[in-house]
């Protein structure tokens, strides 16, 4: 059974930084595209942010871009989400997940495994 657990997360202030782990185990990521969610209480699941298996493409959000960048260390199963300048409007549950796809998506229904996620909240 795939298992996908997120850390990092945590309260940060208006402009600060966060760095999101997202680690597989059971499992090795080499053939799976991943992507970050995030989802506010009685809001749909956003997708953020995907990193594909085949050759490393990303995709973001428009509202993140330029912000968070995606990464993949497949040599450790961890996927990371780097979050600087962050708001207020970022505040979330952050979801990674993981399926094979050939080409990250940004849509939730794409992916079959997922993380039990970690609270970002951005406050002052």
């Known amino acids: 059974q795939v298992q996908l657990v997120e850390s990092g997360g945590g309260l940060v202030q208006p402009g600060g930084s966060l760095r999101l782990s997202c680690a597989a185990s059971?499992?090795?990521?080499?053939?799976?595209?991943i992507g970050w969610f995030r989802q506010v209480s009685g809001k749909e699941r956003e997708g953020v942010a995907c990193?594909?298996?085949?050759?490393?493409?990303?995709h973001y959000t428009d509202s993140v871009k330029g912000r968070f960048t995606i990464s993949r260390d497949n040599a450790k199963s961890t996927v990371y989400l780097q979050m600087y300048s962050l708001k207020p409007e970022d505040t979330a549950v952050y979801y990674c997940?993981?399926?094979?796809?050939?080409?990250?998506?940004?849509?939730?229904?794409?992916?079959?495994?997922w993380g039990r996620g970690t609270q970002v909240t951005v406050s002052s």
């Open positions: 990193i594909s298996s085949s050759d490393g493409w990303t």
């Open positions: 059971r499992f090795t990521l080499d053939h799976y595209s």
């Open positions: 997940a993981a399926d094979i796809l050939y080409r990250c998506t940004s849509g939730p229904r794409q992916y079959t495994n």
